[in-house]
T-cell receptor
Framework: DAKTTQPNSMESNEEEPVHLPCNHSTISGTDYIHWYRQLPSQGPEYVIHGLTSNVNNRMASLAIAEDRKSSTLILHRATLRDAAVYYCILRSGGSQGNLIFGKGTKLSVKP | DAGVTQSPTHLIKTRGQQVTLRCSPISGHKSVSWYQQVLGQGPQFIFQYYEKEERGRGNFPDRFSARQFPNYSSELNVNALLLGDSALYLC??????????????????FGEGSRLTVL
């Protein structure tokens, strides 16, 4: 699986939008972009995934660059409960059930 | 529906001992994966089991073993514990097939983990 690069940490104010970047310059055509987050003292939880087009769900939006070498997870209105480590992960079309996690981005949300 | 459940939640062992961790997947999920998360790092893949067979193994020594039972629950065993085995051990299950869905799109559902401390 190709590698991703994320900032170690980011800060946000409550109720403001947050844009979490991820670089994946070696992404292949069959790689899906997945985002998981891990709240303190919990296991990771799925946030969103996409292939080429931007995606929206109840938790977040995923904006994917046209060349697919980068993507951005967007939290439209950060809450204190969004403070977590966010992981950007690539999964190939033929991948098995395992994920390759990096160190992720630790998001702090200030009231 | 209950999520992925793991037991015990916390345990303390000494070097050289053996430990067994247990995982019950979400009802209907047939694939279970195990991950090790050392403090400050992302989770690292250890094993995947699907339909009671090992389908994937990460870069871990033979001291680590696992199995899956007919009811799809799973156990992770670690022998001859080392201080470096201290970590959060996470179990994840997937709904559909081996990859959790077509073309690597499936979502993994994680438990809250078993925190192992080796003294």
């Amino acid at each position: 699986d190709a590698k991703t690069t994320q900032p170690n940490s980011m800060e946000s104010n409550e109720e403001e939008p947050v844009h979490l970047p991820c670089n994946h310059s070696t992404i292949s055509g069959t790689d899906y972009i997945h985002w998981y987050r891990q709240l303190p003292s919990q296991g990771p939880e799925y946030v969103i995934h996409g292939l080429t087009s931007n995606v929206n769900n109840r938790m977040a939006s995923l904006a994917i660059a046209e060349d697919r070498k980068s993507s951005t997870l967007i939290l439209h209105r950060a809450t204190l409960r969004d403070a977590a480590v966010y992981y950007c992960i690539l999964r190939s079309g033929g991948s098995q059930g395992n994920l390759i996690f990096g160190k992720g981005t630790k998001l702090s949300v200030k009231p | 529906d209950a999520g992925v459940t793991q037991s015990p939640t916390h345990l303390i062992k000494t070097r050289g001992q053996q430990v067994t961790l247990r995982c019950s997947p979400i009802s209907g999920h047939k694939s279970v994966s195990w991950y090790q998360q050392v403090l400050g790092q992302g989770p690292q893949f250890i094993f995947q089991y699907y339909e009671k067979e090992e389908r994937g193994r990460g870069n871990f020594p033979d001291r680590f073993s696992a199995r899956q039972f007919p009811n799809y629950s799973s156990e992770l065993n670690v022998n001859a514990l080392l201080l470096g085995d201290s970590a959060l051990y996470l179990c994840a299950s997937t709904r559909l097939g081996l990859a959790g869905g077509p073309a690597g799109t499936g979502e993994l559902f994680f438990g809250e983990g078993s925190r192992l401390t080796v003294l």
